[in-house]
């Protein structure tokens, strides 16, 4: 382990260093940072990543960072904040690059099977660059772009024969890869790109594998594609502007030589100008596209220890909160990594460990064999360093797990890049209202029903109560007069909403408002408002006023229902999940109370649209 004060290097962040208080990143304590945000944690080393792209621009005339190695609208804004393009493999990951601010023409797209409705995104976002995977995907670019009104510039994917990488997995330059136009069929390509009106063919593409360890494989591609593009100027008058070389520049893992691009830059730029040159070409535009060399390195996962068990053959298990779920590269590619943990050291011994996640497989190793110093016990922190690329990229959801949050670090101060996945997330896919439940059966002793103008009084009384608590809902300050309310409750249910009240021994004890929003645009939707007195929480009086709210909704064909929060009021926020609202959002400081600012957080339900049976989506009776 380095001493204090020493950069952790290796695959560890450029800020990494550990020293008696354990491993901190960007200045801070990794135990502070997962006591904060929680673990299964992604840290990422911001001066690291900008580091890394500052390097690629000085080095190669056109980076364009790689989207898909991890993907976040804050990671999009800093790389191309520091001059890199963007280069993406999905319509999704296009659109995250268009929700960042980044315009279309900073992007280039490319993929071996995208759909009809990708290329017209692509198309009508203006992008760059459509790398074209195959002929087909030419003859459906050229009426999209024609409908369009544009030209849309392409490079040509070809397979150059050379493969590199280090799992066959992600070698994608070789003969039989499913990317790109054999070298055969690319002057065919060429000469109807060239006749199509709506496509400019204007360069060529290949890429030959990821975690590249090596500079020879991209020296003999590139002379696999300018012995191409002699054979394609002499055959069909093409010349490329521009040539795509690709990515995969290697890192290290555990004891690996990154990639040096101080010496693979020079060279692959003097092998193209040269090259181009002595066979009579144009000099091309050179691009190249990092994704794990930027982001690879940068960031490091912590996991905290639940159990530690000795197994009969006398290895040691250390089983941690996270596993495949968030990592499945150990897994699909017998992915290694560098392991520490992440708390003081103690002067315990050298032990060998298995690291394994919680899941329920037996091949959820996250790693073998891992030498430490000292040994592991249930509470400890662990990192694995260089978890950058391709890890929550790759994250899913197995066993219900939310993928974990990612946290940017940088001179002491941490942000949040993405928050941490919840159920409330993995609720919002689910398509079947079954969820509308009345809750638990209420107790005797109130019955739910519309107001009556004769409630007037006595829900003021109950309202002036919450409102003095101050902590519940907006209102402070009760201005509305009996004579307003009795008003309001002449009709309390109509079309346009419901306003129901609780009532116990003649009382009012909580109410509830839905109402339709009143925009031709917005009128499937509907917002609630709702409270209950101090002394009848916990009692029932919520669901049923929830129960009775949510079937004037359905009954009304309202599609959307929605409504808002405050962070500390766990009760309703349980209360409203049982009903199936997940959160949509936050609102920072939205309300500002006697007592100082509060969040407010948006939730909502989708109920569906009714069928002409009378029916809603999924086959839930509307009524």
């Known amino acids: ?179 790109g136009m054999p070298l055969s069929v690319v002057p065919r390509a060429v000469r109807r790109a060239m006749d199509l009106p709506n496509v400019h063919p204007a ?47 290697g890192v290290s893992y555990t004891d690996e030589r990154p990639l040096e691009l101080d010496r693979l830059a020079p060279a692959l730029l003097a092998r193209i100008r040269d090259g181009a040159a002595r066979r009579g070409l144009r000099i091309p535009h050179t691009l190249v596209e990092p994704g794990r060399s930027v982001v690879g390195s940068a960031m490091v996962s912590l996991y905290r220890v639940g159990t530690v068990k000795e197994t009969p053959e006398g290895g040691t298990l250390v089983a941690v909160d996270g596993g495949m779920a968030d990592n499945i590269r150990p897994m699909l590619y017998g992915a290694r990594y560098t392991v520490a943990v992440a708390g ?61 949050a990612v946290v940017a670090v940088r001179e002491g101060q941490s942000r949040v890049w993405l928050r941490r996945e919840d159920d409330a997330d993995l609720d919002r896919l689910e398509a079947s209202g079954s969820s509308f439940q009345s809750g638990p059966p209420p107790v005797e002793g109130f019955e739910v029903r519309p107001a009556r103008p004769a409630d007037a009084r006595s829900f003021l009384q109950a309202f002036r109560s919450v409102a003095a608590e101050r902590r519940f809902i907006q209102t402070e300050e009760v201005s509305q007069t009996a004579r307003q309310v009795r008003r309001r409750f002449r009709r309390p249910v109509t079309e346009e909403g419901a306003h129901l009240v609780a009532v116990a021994g003649g009382v009012v004890v909580g109410s509830i408002s839905i109402r339709r929003d009143p925009y031709p645009a917005t009128r499937h939707t509907a917002s609630i408002g709702m409270f209950v007195t101090s002394a009848w929480r916990g009692r029932g009086v919520g669901s049923a006023l929830m129960g009775g709210a949510m079937r004037w909704a359905r009954d009304a064909g309202v599609e959307r229902v929605d409504l ?38 948006l939730m909502a339900v989708w109920l569906g649209s009714r069928s002409a049976a009378g029916e809603r989506e999924g086959g839930e009776p509307a009524g």
Not at 96 to 109: N, T
Not at 113 to 128: F, I, M, P, T, Y
Not at 211 to 232: G, I, K, S, T
Not at 578 to 591: K, M, S
Request: with cysteine; charged share 20%.
């Open 1 to 179: 382990m380095p001493e204090s004060g020493a950069g952790a290097g290796g695959p560890w962040p450029a800020s990494a260093r550990f020293g008696p208080r354990g491993l901190s990143i960007g200045g801070i304590l990794a135990e502070d940072l997962a006591a904060r945000y929680g673990t299964p944690l992604l840290v990422a080393d911001e001066e690291h990543v900008r580091e890394r792209c500052r390097a690629f621009a000085r080095l190669f005339p056109h980076p364009l960072y790689a989207v898909k190695a991890f993907t976040s609208r804050a990671m999009i804004r800093l790389v191309a904040d520091e001059g890199l393009n963007l280069l993406v493999a999905t319509g999704g990951e296009l659109h995250a690059c268009l929700s960042a601010g980044i315009p279309g023409e900073r992007i280039a797209f490319h993929g071996n099977n995208k759909s009809d409705g990708e290329l017209r995104l692509a198309v009508s976002s203006a992008v760059w660059l459509v790398n074209v995977d195959n002929p087909a995907e030419l003859e459906r670019l050229d009426p999209i772009a024609r409908a369009a009104g544009v030209v849309q510039p392409v490079l040509l994917r070809v397979i150059p024969g050379v493969g590199a990488g280090a799992h066959e997995a992600i070698r994608t330059g070789a003969t039989g890869t499913k990317f």
């Open 344 to 404: 003081p050291p103690r002067d315990s011994g050298p032990v060998e460990i298995d690291v394994v996640g919680r899941h329920c497989e037996s091949g959820d190793v996250l790693a073998r064999d891992v030498k430490l110093s000292q040994d592991v016990r249930p509470g400890d922190l662990m990192a694995f360093a260089g978890t950058g690329a391709y890890t929550y990229s790759m994250a899913g959801n197995y066993n219900r797990a939310g993928r974990p």
């Open 564 to 601: 808002s929060v405050y962070p500390h009021n766990q009760a309703a926020i349980a209360l409203y999940r049982a009903f199936g609202f997940v959160e949509e959002g936050r609102l920072i400081r939205h309300a500002k109370k006697s007592y100082g600012y509060e969040d407010e957080i």
């Open 203 to 249: 360069g060529i593409h290949a890429h030959i594998g990821s975690q590249v360890l090596e500079p020879d494989p991209y020296l003999a591609a590139v002379d696999v594609v300018l012995d191409l593009l002699e054979r394609l100027k002499r055959d069909t008058g093409f010349e490329a502007d521009v040539v795509d070389v690709g990515g995969g520049f």
